[in-house]
């Protein structure tokens, strides 16, 4: 016999995976494996290309080129994520994890640094 | 009174009170987010995915918003992802950050398919981790604490002849005051399925709109900063979804 618990969670479960069939267990620990992991490695490849001394040392156009291809590729990463959470649901979500993860290591690393708002120190009143 | 922006040592390293606040606080609104969503019987296969929505969409409209209130010349900072996760970087607008988590939360309920708001949970919550965050903008002295004063109760700042307005604590106090009326109002049954944190939220920007006058953020135009002008837009947006969902609101109530 179900447990109330896993009666009340079930409808949830079933959203989650959006797509037309339930998916199995092993099939979400899949996808979310797929958008934590895919999130890390691909991020990873772009962040070491922009601070690389190769394309550092490739001049300015090229430079400027990746400079001003890290806010469109922030905003694709962003509609990525909003379209997938309505179709690979468990793939947004572990794309979601990694970055709560990254925002967590940054907020306990933050403990260390004088860190406020974009606002210089002291702001004379005026 | 002068700034204490290093709490504490760890070793040599320093604790710095206004990073230490923010994760506290954090952390307190999350733990009380908790204590609602088992009190609500709210699903952790709920719960996970619309907190973790919440908390990226809160840290990304904080950054965000910082292009709308400080200028343009933080585009590098703020349109750079990586700059998300520099910890030397401060987090950004609390009134950004409302709305991002709004919209991460909202995208994570449909996502996940549900047709009724659990999210009045996230009300009280928000009020504790900000009214708790504030107590680190207020020790690290953030933007000058606030305008010249000459009320008994400024605060003296390092290197003026002058008080001004400690307008974080102005801040802290409306929070925990708005944290015990969103505790009041939780189970009244105007306040579900969404309304109480769309009242905590109006609320905030209500209380936000006044405050600023008293704080240094940069005016954008008609005397108003930008968080005047975010906060009066979502005061607006609550008040008109309010009015027009009157009807519906009163439909959805159980018979008495």
Not at chain 1, 8 to 21: F, L
Not at chain 2, 156 to 171: I, Q
Not at chain 2, 208 to 228: D, M, P, S
Request: proline share 5%.
């Amino acid at each position: 016999m179900a447990q109330p618990s896993e009666v009340e969670n079930k409808p949830a479960e079933e959203a989650i995976s959006k797509p037309k069939r339930q998916l199995t267990r092993n099939e979400k620990i899949r996808d979310f494996l797929f958008g934590f992991v895919g999130w890390w490695v691909i991020n990873a490849l772009v962040w070491f290309a922009v601070m690389s001394d190769y394309v550092n040392s490739m001049g300015e156009n090229v430079l400027l080129i990746f400079l001003l291809g890290i806010p469109v590729f922030y905003l694709a990463q962003l509609i990525t994520l909003i379209i997938l959470a309505s179709r690979r649901g468990w793939i947004a979500l572990g794309i979601v994890s990694a970055m709560a993860l990254n925002l967590v290591i940054t907020l306990i690393l933050g403990l260390t640094f004088n860190a406020t708002c974009f606002i210089p120190f002291f702001v004379p009143a005026s | 009174m002068s700034p204490v922006p290093i709490l504490f040592y760890v070793g040599s390293v320093p604790v710095y009170s206004h990073g230490f606040f923010l994760l506290f606080g954090l952390l307190a609104g999350l733990g009380w987010l908790v204590i609602e969503a088992r009190r609500r019987r709210w699903s952790k296969e709920e719960v996970i995915p619309i907190t973790l929505a919440a908390f990226v969409g809160g840290m990304i409209g904080a950054r965000f918003s910082i292009l709308f209130f400080n200028g343009f010349e933080y585009a590098p900072l703020v349109l750079n992802m990586y700059a998300l996760f520099d910890p030397r970087i401060g987090p950004g607008s609390i009134i950004g950050g409302v709305v991002g988590a709004y919209l991460g939360g909202y995208i994570a309920s449909k996502a996940i398919g549900k047709d009724q708001c659990s999210c009045d949970a996230f009300a009280p919550a928000m009020a504790l981790a900000t009214a708790i965050g504030r107590v680190g903008c207020f020790l690290s002295f953030e933007d000058g604490l606030g305008k010249p004063t000459t009320l008994p109760w400024g605060v003296p700042l390092p290197g003026s002849d002058y008080l001004v307005h400690p307008a974080p604590l102005y801040d802290m106090a409306f929070n925990l005051a708005w944290f015990c009326i969103l505790l009041l109002l939780r189970d009244h049954k105007w306040m579900q399925n969404g309304n109480l944190l769309k009242v905590g939220i109006g609320g905030y920007a209500f209380f936000r709109f006044f405050v600023e006058f008293v704080r240094n953020n940069r005016v954008l135009a008609l005397g108003l900063t930008g968080q005047q002008m975010a906060s009066a837009a979502l005061f607006v947006a609550v008040v008109v979804y309010f009015v027009a969902n009157r009807r519906k609101q009163t439909s959805l109530l159980p018979a008495m």
